[in-house]
């Protein structure tokens, strides 16, 4: 069964900083990644996903992530955070075929100006 | 904006009351689902429609019930919910539940507190 863990609960960047929210994965197979983010009082957005090719996948406003097979992660990075980018973060994960996407626990992310 | 419009954004009823949530999509989305979601935890599968038939009930007690009308709307009809059933509902839509790579589009939620 496919497992996605997000080790930190919180992470505080200040603004114009690099940020990165961490993930790591577990399928039987190739896995299909997505990050969503959710601002309060709304839905998952859709940033990106992972499902084949270049390891480097850029996503909406300014994301991206990276796809390490041999670490099994797929961490999301910006290159300089912005106080508006603060928001739960969710790693999700589906194994090939008829599978349910699997999230995991989510990320805080509190930018500071 | 998104794409899946949920309704009501709020609700609030008895544990006698009878509701319904409603969801409707214009993507041409084959696949519609329904999670609930607890104050800052991740969305948990309640249901899974695929091609307007019910295809995954992630064991939900039967004071929940979902209904596909057709392939535009997803509704979650609810009757005796009980304290701990207070959330947010949120709604998705993919193209097909088998099409793994393809993301789920969800909705902005209705949030539910029972009295």
């Known amino acids: 069964a496919q497992s996605v863990a997000q080790p930190e609960d919180q992470v505080n960047v200040a603004e114009g900083n690099p940020l990165t929210v961490k993930c790591t994965y577990s399928?039987?197979?190739?896995?299909?990644l997505f990050w969503y983010v959710q601002y309060p009082n709304r839905g998952l957005q859709f940033l990106l996903k992972?499902?084949?090719?270049?390891?480097l996948v850029k996503g909406s406003y300014g994301f991206e992530a990276e796809f390490n097979k041999s670490q099994t992660s797929f961490h999301l990075k910006k290159p300089s955070a912005l106080v508006s980018d603060s928001a739960l973060y969710f790693c999700?994960?589906?194994?090939?075929?008829?599978?349910?996407?699997?999230f995991g626990k989510g990320t805080r992310l509190s930018v500071i100006a | 904006d998104t794409e899946v419009t949920q309704t009501p954004k709020h609700l609030v009823m008895g544990m006698t009351n009878k509701k319904s949530l409603k969801c409707e999509q214009h993507?041409?989305?084959?696949?519609m689902y329904w999670y609930k979601q607890k104050a800052k935890k991740p969305p948990e599968l309640m249901f899974v429609?695929?091609?307007?038939?019910?295809?995954i009930n992630e064991s939900v007690p039967s004071r929940f019930s979902p209904e596909c009308p057709n392939s535009s709307l997803l509704n979650l009809h609810l009757h005796a919910l009980q304290p701990e059933d207070s959330a947010l509902y949120l709604c998705?839509?993919?193209?097909?539940?088998?099409?793994?790579?393809?993301?789920?589009?969800f909705g902005d939620g209705t949030r539910l507190s029972i009295l």
């Open positions: 399928v039987s197979g190739n896995p299909y």
């Open positions: 992972y499902i084949t090719g270049d390891n």
């Open positions: 429609y695929s091609y307007e038939k019910l295809s």
């Open positions: 998705a839509s993919s193209p097909r539940t088998g099409d793994s790579n393809q993301p789920q589009h």
């Open positions: 993507m041409g989305h084959r696949a």
């Open positions: 999700a994960v589906r194994d090939m075929g008829n599978t349910p996407l699997v």
